[in-house]
């Protein structure tokens, strides 16, 4: 069974920065496309980034320019560098991967940015 465990979360000033990271587990073949979301209380979940394969990335409106997706050589691990945060930025973030193994969702993982 696939497993999607994100990490890295916690709370920061506005300004500050913090790295999130989301581990794959009990995948036989890697996803197609890994992703970042965040979804705000009483809003839909939006796209914050996207990796695919190929190496590809695409950025939502609001992550263009501060943050930054990645992922280590064996592709189980992917990552988000979140800078210059704002307090619009507080969510909670999950991570997201499709493939052969089909769709799945990590748990989530609360970034709060506050002064």
């Known amino acids: 069974q696939v497993q999607l465990v994100e990490s890295g979360g916690g709370s920061v000033e506005p300004g500050g920065s913090l790295t999130l990271s989301c581990s794959v587990s009990?995948?036989?073949?890697?996803?197609?496309?890994m992703s970042w979301y965040r979804q705000i209380p009483g809003k839909r979940r939006e796209l914050v980034a996207s990796?695919?394969?190929?190496?590809?990335?695409d950025y939502g409106d609001s992550a263009r320019g501060r943050f930054t997706i990645s992922r280590d050589s064996t592709a189980k691990i992917i990552f988000l560098r979140m800078t210059n945060l704002a307090v619009d930025d507080t969510a909670v973030y999950y991570c997201?991967?499709?493939?052969?193994?089909?769709?799945?969702w990590g748990q989530g993982t609360q970034v709060t940015v506050s002064s």
């Open positions: 009990g995948s036989g073949s890697s996803a197609l496309v």
């Open positions: 990796i695919w394969t190929s190496g590809g990335e």
């Open positions: 997201y991967s499709s493939g052969p193994d089909g769709i799945h």
